[in-house]
């Protein structure tokens, strides 16, 4: 293809958005600029150095990786330059004048609602990064020329819209962005500032940032070269030797995170292999997580060389929420991604790391519960994600879940193991109900005979619950069972009545299975206590709730039909059996049938089935009584 010397292209119109927002809403925070350009000119030299395993012409002699920060204090520019991959001109096209990203709209209405303080966070997550130099920057030039390739390409830009793409020349692979700062931003020409600013964000980048420093020695002022940040590789150094504040300094590098990680498992591992890991537990839910595009697996290294990031092979999916790096030198330096995944060496990393992660959550819960809770309630649902999947770790996956509990406080979660040691003597199983909140749950009809009989249930009311639970069937020999679906045993006595009922109320149940359709039963309950009757899942069915939540996801595999339950011991039961029994003819029967059916929808929280006709029946009611 060729191109014109210089052409003017329009920015995508969600990224004219993103670059209003980041200009205007990242105010407070405008010094993050550097730490994007700075991270992005890291990893252009990584993609280098990597392909260049496979091919070493493409560096042309120049493996001196160097990032330059330079000023121009008469132009006023603050340039950042790497010898990295560079870009051809399709790629800065498509690399800075469109985003690719799948969730870019979601971002932008979270940016929109974000507390200020979050939005760098959100920013450094989503890498939109490079458009924060239009923060302190009027005008972004960036030259660049790929690696393997004799031409430049230059790209510039005001922000406001438009860019220009132009054939340049450049000395050699690698990029130079260059900010024509804004008049009030001329602190980002001062040494002190950058080299500040280079500490406290891009210390542990492993490829020197050198800047041009001035020595001045008797009023005689020189440059010399120094390199500003300490390229510490944290994570093969010694913990006794490592700060807390240098941990959280490389999260926040790692993740883009503001906040502090909750926890940090530093992994020094000797043996077949022998690897290095430094993981971290997040407090939150990062966005990408939020979004579900997130990536799954640290970083991984071999000898400080980055090879893949992520790395998908080091942790399973039901763990994306950890991040970090992982360095194992006995791994081939030309390993292929593709080959990486089927790596032995890897899959015993994994099982170390899944195994170091287990275990520190599990300290956690045991030793600090609020702040393991809190922990559980942002993060716990991608966690639960592992009980269906890898069932090697399902017992230690089911050791770290919490649950709201009918007996337990609102908001409280207890744990299998604490809801097995308060199980009364006659209590063999583990009951749980599922549902939209906990409100609705407790007052579920079918958990009455539960409350009388002093048996806990647990109330899974997060959504993702009726598709993983079932991935656990028993826990410790207890099977768990639906509350809605398994009343609880009754004793023989009770039984041997409840049988007796059953003859003499069967041809009433009948006729309202006859007249109520759709039901798959209608039957006597001896779950009920204080209700006339209440809707349960026919035992092989799916979980309502579960069809509920498929619908709503658009996957309506429509309803399986369900029984209808009635109480024997219930007033108004007893006086609809003494009706049919003196006239099994009389049509009113028929309309209370739907009054039946009706109650038990609302019990669960549902609507009437005919709304109107259920109010004229109440009101045909209510002025027989009072007439
Ligand atoms: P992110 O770095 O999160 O992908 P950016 O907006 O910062 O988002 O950068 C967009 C893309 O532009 C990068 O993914 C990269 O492909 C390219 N890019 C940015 N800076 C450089 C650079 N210095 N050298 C090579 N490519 C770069």
């Not at 130079?176 to 280079?198: A, G, N, Q, T």
């Amino acid at each position: 293809m060729t191109h014109p010397t210089e052409e003017k292209l329009s920015f995508k119109s969600e990224l004219k958005q993103v670059l209003h927002l980041i200009t205007h809403s990242l105010y407070s925070h405008k010094e993050i600029f550097l730490r994007e350009l700075l991270s992005n000119a890291s990893d252009a030299i990584d993609k280098v150095r990597f392909n260049s395993l496979e091919n070493e012409n493409l560096l042309q002699g120049d493996k001196d990786w160097t990032i330059r920060i330079a000023v121009d204090k008469v132009a006023h520019t603050l340039t950042v330059s790497d010898n990295g991959i560079g870009m051809d001109r399709e790629t800065i096209i498509e690399h800075l004048g469109t985003i690719a990203k799948s969730g870019t709209r979601a971002f932008l209405d979270r940016l929109k609602d974000a507390e200020a303080a979050n939005r760098p966070e959100l920013i450094g997550q989503f890498g939109v990064g490079f458009y924060s130099a239009f923060m302190v920057a009027d005008r972004v030039a960036v030259v660049s020329r790929a690696a393997g390739s004799l031409e430049a390409v230059r790209w510039e830009s005001d922000g406001q819209g438009e860019f220009t793409v132009a054939t340049a020349e450049r000395a050699g692979r690698g990029t130079d962005v260059v900010l024509y700062l804004k008049p009030e931003e001329m602190e980002f020409l001062e040494e002190w500032r950058l080299r500040s600013l280079v500490k406290q964000f891009s210390d542990f980048i492993e490829h020197p940032i050198r800047m041009a420093v001035e020595k001045k020695k008797e009023d005689v002022s020189t440059f010399e070269d120094e390199t500003l940040n300490s390229q510490k590789a944290l994570w093969l150094r010694s913990k006794s030797e490592i700060t807390e504040e240098e941990y959280n300094a490389f999260y926040r590098q790692v993740t883009g995170d503001f906040e502090e990680p909750l926890k940090v498992i530093h992994v020094q591992a000797e043996g077949t292999p022998s690897f290095r890991a430094l993981l971290y537990l997040p407090k939150r839910k990062s966005m990408d997580l939020q979004f579900g595009d997130a990536k799954v697996g640290p970083r991984l290294y071999i000898n400080r060389v980055l090879i893949q990031d992520p790395c998908e092979a080091l942790l399973p999916a039901w763990l994306r929420f950890v991040k970090g790096v992982v360095d194992c030198p006995d791994l081939p330096l030309n390993v292929s991604r593709e080959t990486l995944q089927q790596n032995p060496l890897l899959e015993k990393i994994q099982k170390n790391l899944v195994k170091q992660i287990l275990k520190t959550l599990e300290a956690l819960k045991a030793d600090q519960r609020e702040i393991y809770a809190e922990f559980f309630k942002e993060l716990g649902q991608i966690l639960k994600e592992g009980l269906g999947r890898d069932w090697e770790r399902r017992e230690a996956i089911a050791e770290l879940l919490l649950f709201e509990n009918l007996k337990g406080e609102v908001g409280k979660g207890i744990t299998l193991a604490e809801y097995v040691a308060a199980m009364p003597e006659d209590q063999k199983d583990i009951y749980h109900l599922a549902g939209e909140n906990r409100a609705a749950l407790a007052h579920a009809p079918s958990l009455e005979a539960f409350k009388s009989k002093g048996w806990d249930v647990l109330l899974l009311t997060d959504p993702i619950d009726p598709f993983v639970i079932p991935g656990l069937p028993e826990y410790k020999g207890k099977a768990l069972k639906a509350a809605d679906r398994h009343a609880p045993e009754m004793p023989e006595a009770e039984k041997q009545k409840a049988e007796a009922a059953v003859g003499v109320f069967q041809p009433m149940l009948d006729l309202f299975k006859a007249k109520l359709t759709g039901l798959k039963d209608v039957r006597l309950s001896s779950r009920l206590k204080e209700s006339a009757a209440c809707l349960v899942a026919a035992e092989d069915a799916l979980d309502p709730h579960m069809e509920q939540l498929l619908a709503r996801l658009g996957q309506d595999r429509g309803t399986s039909p369900r029984v209808l339950e009635l109480n024997p011991e219930h007033a108004t039961i007893k006086a609809l059996l003494a009706k049919f029994q003196t006239d099994p003819t009389d049509s009113r029967l028929e309309g209370y049938a739907h009054l039946l059916m009706d109650q038990a929808l609302i019990a669960e929280g549902s609507k009437p089935e005919n709304p109107t006709a259920f109010l004229a029946r109440i009101n045909e009611l209510v002025a027989k009584e009072l007439s």
